[in-house]
């Protein structure tokens, strides 16, 4: 079966930091486009950090300097360490991966579930 399941998540207190991780199955992450994705209490879903097949990366303004995404192909698993965190992170945070090689974010292909980070003092 192909999926992406989130973990890692949970709560912290402003100032620390947690590493989401998302693990594939039933394809190679080598291959994809990454990246994660998280959607606060009553926003819109946005994008936080992307890694395309070739390693080039992308991080959301908000975010850059504080966290980094990494792929294991190893393991067939992304993962996300967050750093520094804010109660404006707070949100649940979602992986995906997408084939299109030409693409620096995932656009279509696979989501996981989600995973959720809440940060609070």
């Known amino acids: 079966q192909v999926q992406l399941v989130e973990s890692g998540g949970g709560l912290v207190q402003p100032g620390g930091s947690l590493r989401l991780s998302c693990a594939a199955s039933?394809?190679?992450?080598?291959?994809?486009?990454i990246g994660w994705f998280r959607q606060a209490p009553g926003k819109e879903r946005d994008g936080v950090s992307c890694m395309s097949s070739d390693g080039s990366t992308y991080y959301t303004d908000s975010v850059k300097g504080r966290f980094t995404i990494s792929r294991d192909n190893a393991k067939n698993t992304v993962y996300l360490q967050m750093n520094s965190l804010k109660p404006e992170d707070t949100a649940v945070y979602y992986c995906?991966?997408?084939?299109?090689?030409?693409?620096?974010?995932?656009?279509?292909?696979?989501w996981g579930q989600g995973t959720q980070v809440t940060v609070s003092s």
């Open positions: 995906a991966a997408d084939s299109n090689r030409w693409r620096l974010c995932p656009g279509k292909g696979y």
């Open positions: 039933g394809f190679s992450l080598q291959y994809y486009a």
